[in-house]
């Protein structure tokens, strides 16, 4: 009998810590969209804003709380009463609600950022949870600042907050400082340490500000965090957040590694990832991994030939296998209705047939003056022909883009290096036979 695969739970904060960030604060409809999206990509966790911050925030929460109905939608709170209420009053609609409590942890936060001692800031996370607990069923603790706080004290928090009913709890390396080996190895302390712990969720939270964020939430993975917390593009203060992408795509290509599954549908990420550029207006990176507009483009002259001879050769994942559009469909003045239709589709939009025309008009002249209308060009057009400030209602959607077009297999042999039996935190690695036939999906034949 096939072992049972280990499930990470996939916590979106795009909504959160995303908007955040300077450049990628969203309104009410934005919100909405972004949260249609994720629900579509299948992340198990929506934190859809914190609610305290402005009426904007409480009523976003409020609204994607009653609408989206399959995730669990979280809401942040400081850990003081009228916080954890405003959160709670936003999210009393959900069909799945949870309640985010944070308070930092380290001395450095308690001494200059909230002066209170040790003793204090313990009775107070242990108050705050078991007040959420009145209020709401899932409970979610992070210690702000975890990596830089008192192994000891950490600790003693946790176990505190577990016992005042804490049902996740989310350890933050909140200012980007931590690396993979020292944040697995907190985790394996913690799961050592704290009494109660196997009753809960370990989390992990990652900030990029020495570009660590995914490598920092996979470490936490191998030493047995089952919960990571991450948005699209990677946005988020400063450096930003650990990549949703990243992280559920080294799940799948590198399942040697980490055999650990998600419900993501990974052909949703490249429509998540320009549905949030299209709605901030901040670009994506042109290298960034898996949705960057270089991340399958072959410029090398060594490099196409290879490719062309046998893409395993350079491409270690297929674009189809994240929802990049097949990029052998140039489009060009000769290009008709239906090939813009599907390239739209393909990019996340689908229009009616007046939406559709207006584009198609703009498209053709746009091709008579340059050759090719790259998916950047035609991007842009869209966001011109329906600026939604000229449109009462968006005449385009994001679309639930069909399923990742099927690769046809080809006879190879595996060209990466055997499964090791555990991982440098000592876990087995437990990996199903049947997950290959799956794996299947994400490489080109292997
Ligand atoms: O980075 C951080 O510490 C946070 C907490 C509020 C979870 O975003
Ligand atoms: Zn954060």
């Known amino acids: 009998m096939a072992k049972e695969n280990v499930r990470i739970t996939v916590f979106d904060t795009t909504l959160r810590d995303g908007e955040q960030s300077p450049g990628c604060s969203m309104n009410y409809q934005e919100k909405l969209r972004v949260a249609h999206q994720l629900d579509r990509l299948g992340v198990d ?10 009426d904007g925030d409480f009523e976003a929460v409020k609204a994607i709380a009653v609408v989206i109905r399959r995730p669990i939608i979280a809401g942040l709170a400081r850990a003081c009463h009228t916080d954890i209420q405003r959160a709670w009053d936003a999210l009393k609609d959900a069909a799945r609600p949870r309640i985010h409590v944070f308070l930092a942890t380290s001395d450095i936060h308690l001494k200059y950022k909230l002066r209170i001692t040790r003793e204090e800031c313990l009775a107070q996370a242990r108050e705050s949870v078991a007040f959420a607990k009145s209020l709401c069923d899932d409970v979610e603790f992070s210690p702000e600042d975890a990596t830089r706080t008192d192994p000891d004290f950490l600790c003693q928090v946790l176990e505190a907050v577990v016992e005042a009913g804490a049902t996740t709890l989310n350890i933050p390396d909140t200012v980007g400082y931590t690396v993979p080996t020292e944040f697995g190895e907190l985790i394996v302390t913690i799961r050592r340490r704290v009494k109660g712990i196997e009753k809960v969720t370990i989390s992990a939270h990652c900030h990029n500000d020495l570009g660590m964020a995914v ?9 047995g965090a089952r919960q990571v917390e991450c948005t699209i593009n990677g946005i988020g203060e400063r450096a930003g957040n650990a990549s949703l992408e990243e992280i559920v795509m080294a799940m799948r290509v590198r399942y ?7 419900a993501v549908a990974a052909e949703h990420l490249f429509p998540a990832s320009q549905l949030l550029s299209e709605i901030t207006g901040v670009a994506v990176q042109p290298n960034k991994a898996i949705t960057g507009r270089n991340a399958f483009a072959h410029e090398a002259g060594i490099h196409q030939d290879g490719v062309l001879k046998n893409p395993l050769t350079y491409e270690i994942m297929t674009p189809q296998s994240v929802g990049v559009p097949d990029s052998k469909l140039v489009l060009g ?3 008709g209705r ?5 390239r739209c589709e ?3 939009y689908q229009f009616d047939r007046r939406a559709l025309d207006d584009i198609y008009r703009r498209f053709v002249r746009l091709a008579d003056k340059i050759k090719h209308v790259e998916d950047h060009h035609l991007l842009e057009l869209i966001r011109e022909t329906h ?3 000229t449109s009462a209602t968006p005449l385009f959607e994001p679309l639930a883009v069909a399923a990742a077009a099927g690769v046809p297999a080809q006879e190879s042999v595996r060209p990466f290096p055997m499964a090791p039996k555990a991982n440098a935190f000592g876990l087995p690695l437990s990996i199903s036979p049947e997950h290959h036939h799956d794996q299947e999906d994400y490489l080109w034949g292997v």
Not at 215 to 223: G, Q
Not at 256 to 262: G, H, L, Q
Not at 338 to 342: D, G, P, Q, S, T
């Open 346 to 348: 393909q990019l996340g």
């Open 387 to 389: 600026k939604p400030s």
């Open 215 to 223: 490598a920092n939430t996979m470490a936490a993975i191998s030493a």
């Open 338 to 342: 239906h090939a813009l239709a599907i």
């Open 45 to 54: 966790v929506i934190e859809a804003g914190f609610p305290i911050a402005s």
């Open 256 to 262: 040697d590694r980490y055999p650990y599954e998600t």
């Open 333 to 335: 003045k000769h290009s």
